[in-house]
């Protein structure tokens, strides 16, 4: 009997419904493109949401799915971040600095330092650093958001797994990892702009004249894309063999390599795909948060992603990506100082600052209460409904 | 005849314990074998070896026709080569189906881009279908393996390991657990496996073994003892001595 992907993975079809739909509404009320009921700045929020989405699934496809708890994914969501960022800060400076030059022709090595001057001034380097090479060419930049994280991941992941580091000991170590390279990035001479960061990364250049209002839509779209895409992608990957093995592998990983099995390949195959597919989020991402800098890659990011997809509930793909929704969103209206502060009397609650308290409350909670997060609600909630139907 | 695994001279020390002691083993290519001993006579030491867990200070362990040196390989290149390992504790994984269970037990391409793009092919599917019949699990293929009973468990991860086509069976225990009429049924279906491939049976139950009607090697010590039939062991003073006296 032969099936299509589609009808043997009916959530598949559920999940890009809903994407397409939630995307359709949203440019509705748009500003560029609709109603304009929905503002600029909360567009770009839904945008950045799903990118977190995005890599909420790999780290769902490698914790949930793989049982190896990293936290140091948001360091390759950083770095994908970091890589495109070069390009837009890079040639968004080039066209200011063409359009300031007047009526003399410059040399492009005068054009080199006058960008060189403009970007780097600020940490008083007159020299455009060797990781430049690359950034006044968007094709060489969009290849090096795969490729910098994916071989920084496989050189990492060979010799974590190679040495057989497993539980916590490789999670302390990704914490370890993500500290190193965010500490890195903080000093000037990284190359990347110290602690200023890369800013302006919201202007794309070439495009000034549409607007931030139809960019924004743009990239929520090209969220939705990669999200969707990421979706039906992840879903492959563990609805077959592939995915029985790495379930395998987080039940029972001796077991798995008496089957035959090399444990440690199909680890460093998952590390490396899901830093690629974060990179690409964190690519996403950047450009519509506008400013990258390295306290964004600290350790603390990777947990708030594993606590994410806690809430959500591991295992499950679509948990994933109602956990990091939900908890990223409701964490915009706390600290966004749109909660209504709590007046106790003898003390008020600030929600900007007891935000955390809550959200490591519930992560405490659905830990111990509802270790399925989010997603076991909704199975538990369909069994039901299926046992009222057959009664 | 060739042998099929030879063992030579391994030693190995656990923190100053010495768990095997010169250990020279062979067993041919299609050879029903039962290995005894008291508690830490190093007779699962003497398993992780052979299937890459441990490794010996010293010897050497042959394997194949071609005296393949399996100390240089992983666990994973071991079961590859042949070698499959039934544990005393059924392990099988309790989250997936039966039939999921089996299919990833099923002899094909171990590495994970192959393993991505793999599809079961019909002959597959049917592999799957008559190994669950063979272990009695026909109707229990699409239950997760963690709802099945204990038993059923334990045959699953028989069926597992035939599934894996192995040309040795190392099997840690098998009467463990199991009802009298099980116990009977596992005996048959070990006597009928040794007819085409190498079979070990680690036990510690007498009436078990006598039943399987093998050679048997008795370990003490990290050592062999004695070898040849059950009678033939157990009529030696030296084992009735360490073993079988108590």
């Known amino acids: 009997m032969k099936q299509g992907f589609i009808s043997k993975n009916p959530n598949v079809l559920i999940f890009i419904s809903c994407l397409a739909l939630f995307t359709l509404v949203i440019t509705v009320l748009s500003e560029a493109y609709g109603t304009g009921l929905i503002s600029t700045s909360m567009i770009k929020t839904l945008g950045k949401t799903l990118c977190l989405c995005l890599i909420a699934l790999a780290m769902d496809l490698i914790w949930g799915f793989t049982g190896i708890l990293s936290l140091g994914h948001f360091a390759f969501f950083g770095l994908g971040g970091y890589m495109i960022g070069m390009w837009l800060m890079y040639a968004r400076t080039q066209d200011i600095v063409l359009t300031q030059s007047g009526a003399l022709p410059m040399t492009p090595q005068e054009i080199q330092d006058a960008v060189t001057n403009q970007i780097f001034g600020v940490v008083g380097t007159s020299e455009l650093p060797m990781v430049w090479h690359f950034a006044g060419s968007l094709p060489a930049q969009l290849a090096l958001v795969v490729l910098v994280p994916g071989i920084l991941a496989l050189i990492f992941g060979w010799l974590a797994f190679k040495s057989r580091v497993t539980g916590v000991y490789l999670s302390i170590l990704t914490q370890a990892g993500t500290l190193a390279l965010s500490l890195y990035l903080f000093q000037n001479d990284s190359g990347l702009r110290g602690n200023n960061g890369l800013s302006g990364l919201q202007n794309i250049p070439g495009l000034d004249s549409v607007g931030q209002a139809a960019v924004s839509v743009w990239f929520l779209w090209g969220s939705a894309l990669a999200l969707g895409l990421g979706y039906m992608l992840l879903n492959w990957v563990v609805s077959g063999k592939f995915g029985s093995v790495i379930r395998g592998i987080r039940d029972d990983e001796a077991r798995v390599r008496f089957l035959g099995y090399s444990v440690e390949s199909y680890k460093l195959f998952v590390f490396t795909l899901t830093a690629v597919i974060a990179a690409i989020a964190g690519a996403l991402y950047y450009p519509q948060a506008g400013i990258i800098n390295p306290a964004?890659?600290?350790?603390?990011?990777?947990?708030?992603?594993?606590?994410?997809?806690?809430?959500?509930?591991?295992?499950?793909l679509y948990g994933a990506v109602l956990g990091a929704a939900f908890v990223s969103l409701v964490s915009t209206w706390f600290t966004g100082g749109k909660a209504p502060d709590i007046n106790l009397g003898f003390y008020t609650v600030k929600w900007v600052d007891w935000w955390s308290v809550l959200l490591g409350l519930s992560f405490v909670l659905v830990t111990l209460l509802a270790p399925q997060g989010i997603a076991g609600l909704i199975s538990w909630l369909g069994g039901l409904r299926k046992k009222e139907i057959q009664k | 005849m060739s042998q099929l695994l030879e063992v030579s001279g391994i030693s190995v020390t656990f923190d100053g314990f010495r768990a095997i002691n010169n250990l020279s083993f062979t067993i041919g290519p299609a050879e029903l074998r039962a290995i005894i001993g008291p508690n830490g006579a190093g007779k699962t030491t003497f398993m992780d070896i052979v299937t890459g867990k441990t490794k010996p200070d010293e010897g050497k362990v042959l394997w194949g026709e071609m005296s393949q040196n399996l100390l240089k390989l992983n666990e994973s290149k071991i079961a590859q080569a042949g070698v499959g390992r039934k544990f005393q504790r059924p392990t099988v994984f309790e989250d997936q189906s039966v039939a999921d269970n089996l299919m990833m037990a099923l002899k094909a391409d171990r590495a994970p881009w192959k393993v991505l793009f793999w599809?079961?092919?019909?002959?597959?599917?049917?592999?799957?279908?008559?190994?669950?019949?063979?272990?009695?699990?026909?109707?229990?293929?699409?239950?997760?393996?963690?709802?099945?009973?204990?038993?059923?468990?334990?045959?699953?991860?028989?069926?597992?390991?035939?599934?894996?086509?192995?040309?040795?069976?190392?099997?840690?225990?098998?009467?463990?657990?199991?009802?009298?009429?099980?116990?009977?049924?596992?005996?048959?279906?070990?006597?009928?496996?040794?007819?085409?491939?190498?079979?070990?049976?680690?036990?510690?139950?007498?009436?078990?073994?006598?039943?399987?009607?093998?050679?048997?090697?008795?370990?003490?010590?990290?050592?062999?003892?004695?070898?040849?039939?059950?009678?033939?062991?157990?009529?030696?003073?030296?084992?009735?001595?360490?073993?079988?006296?108590?």
């Open chain 2, 119 to 246: 599809k079961p092919r019909q002959a597959d599917r049917d592999r799957v279908v008559a190994l669950a019949q063979q272990v009695g699990l026909s109707d229990a293929l699409d239950r997760p393996s963690g709802e099945l009973s204990h038993g059923q468990k334990q045959w699953l991860e028989i069926g597992m390991l035939l599934a894996q086509e192995p040309r040795l069976l190392l099997v840690d225990e098998p009467a463990a657990g199991m009802t009298l009429a099980e116990r009977e049924q596992t005996t048959a279906l070990l006597v009928e496996l040794a007819k085409t491939r190498a079979v070990v049976v680690v036990e510690h139950d007498m009436e078990f073994v006598r039943r399987l009607n093998c050679r048997v090697t008795v370990l003490h010590e990290g050592s062999v003892l004695a070898e040849g039939s059950l009678d033939h062991v157990t009529a030696n003073p030296r084992v009735i001595e360490v073993y079988l006296g108590r």
């Open chain 1, 296 to 316: 964004e890659i600290a350790p603390i990011a990777s947990i708030y992603l594993a606590v994410w997809v806690a809430i959500g509930g591991r295992g499950k």
